[in-house]
């Protein structure tokens, strides 16, 4: 049992880049989100979705872009990497509102 | 609103009891508590719902005060595993859960 998988787990891009960040579950959990984590901060909501086909934004959505196409899935796509966007990134999955959030590992992107 | 944790930091020895306070200006649905410690995700610890009862296994629990919407977590006779950074995550109706600061635990032996 995997649970939430994120990769990867390191990425460094230049400014200007674009790129996917994966996440993958195989709990059958119809909520999943995308965080941000920031030094000395505690974790800050990008999009979340409550299942297939439906995706909204959270507290800091721009410069990103989700889609949920599958249950499992909910990739995180970086349009146009700028430094702000250094973070450690975490996608998390729960079955709904009233239960815990399960977490990945997590990816430490750097944008130079 | 980010919920207010308190206190930033507490450092304990071992054997010690902890108390971690979450605050909100909103009325709340529910209240999330995660622990995260250095380099790894939050896991999650307890969730306490409106309406819900108080919440605990062993020597960790949780209360929910409504009508004050406050939370805290309690650390009873603290391990040096319990050591990390504690945030709470507060929700007022829906799934988007807005979180607080973090409290940094430090267990001593």
């Known amino acids: 049992n995997a649970g939430v998988t994120q990769t990867p787990k390191f990425q460094v891009l230049k400014t200007g880049q674009s790129m996917t960040l994966q996440c993958a579950q195989d709990?059958?959990?119809?909520?999943m989100s995308w965080y941000r984590q920031d030094p000395g901060m505690g974790l800050r909501l990008i999009h979340y979705?409550?299942?297939?086909?439906?995706?909204d934004q959270g507290e800091v959505p721009n410069g990103y872009n989700v889609s949920r196409s599958t249950t499992e899935d909910f990739p995180l796509r970086l349009l146009s990497a700028a430094p702000s966007q250094t973070s450690v990134y975490f996608c998390?999955?729960?079955?709904?509102?009233?239960?815990?959030?399960?977490f990945g590992s997590g990816t430490r992107l750097t944008v130079v | 609103q980010q919920p207010v944790q308190s206190p930033q930091a507490v450092i304990l020895r071992e054997g010690e009891d902890a108390v971690i306070n979450c605050s909100s200006s909103?009325?709340?649905?529910?209240v999330h508590w995660y622990r995260q410690k250095h380099g790894e995700a939050p896991v999650f610890l307890m969730i306490?719902?409106?309406g819900g009862e108080q919440k605990g296994h062993e020597k960790i629990s949780a209360s929910f005060n409504e009508k004050k919407q406050q939370s805290s977590l309690y650390l009873t006779a603290s391990q040096l595993s319990y050591s990390g950074t504690y945030f709470c995550?507060?929700?007022?109706?829906?799934?988007?859960?807005?979180w607080g600061a973090g409290t940094k635990l430090i267990i001593k032996p």
């Open positions: 995550g507060t929700s007022e109706s829906n799934y988007q859960l807005i």
């Open positions: 979705s409550v299942g297939a086909g439906i995706t």
């Open positions: 998390a999955s729960s079955v709904d509102s009233n239960y815990g959030y399960t």
């Open positions: 909103k009325a709340l649905y529910s």
């Open positions: 709990m059958n959990h119809e909520y």
């Open positions: 306490l719902l409106k």
